[in-house]
């Protein structure tokens, strides 16, 4: 039990290791969001995104908070599972994506030494 001075205590992570990315492409990709049935999507405002398609050599683990990529210190969450280890990531801010950025594997509010590296760095899809 904590009171409203106290911070809530930090969840401990699980403790395994992430798998590893042994594929990645980068692309600048048309973008849907997902129909939903009694909301629109806030995604739904756009319609085009950086798309990070992963195949990874074990498969990500889903839990209550599963781990989405980095790309440096920027946090790309929407995620689909597209395969059986391969996931397509879609960042919309491209702006925030630093050119030769390292991408690496963490939990939400992940310090970059716990992340997965990689050895991939972002480099802007031709055409920009």
């Known amino acids: 039990m904590t009171d409203a ?3 809530e205590p930090t969840p401990r992570r699980p403790e395994f290791e992430l798998p590893e990315i042994v594929e ?4 600048r990709a048309p973008f849907e969001a997902p129909r939903l049935r009694h ?3 806030s995604l ?13 050599n074990e498969p990500l683990p889903y839990l209550d ?26 960042a919309f801010d491209e702006e925030r ?4 950025a390292p ?6 509010g992940t310090p970059s030494a716990q992340r997965r590296d990689s050895e991939y760095r972002y480099h802007a899809p031709r055409g920009s």
Do not use: C, K, N, W
């Open 5 to 7: 001075g106290q911070r």
């Open 65 to 90: 908070e599963p781990p989405m990529l980095y790309v440096g210190e920027t946090l790309v969450t929407e995620m689909r599972g597209t395969g059986e280890r391969e996931y397509t990531f879609f």
């Open 103 to 108: 991408i690496a594997f963490g939990f939400p």
């Open 44 to 56: 739904s405002r756009f319609d085009e995104a950086i798309e990070f398609h992963v195949r990874t």
């Open 39 to 41: 909301f629109e999507s």
């Open 24 to 27: 990645l492409t980068i692309r």
């Open 97 to 100: 994506l630093e050119e030769g």
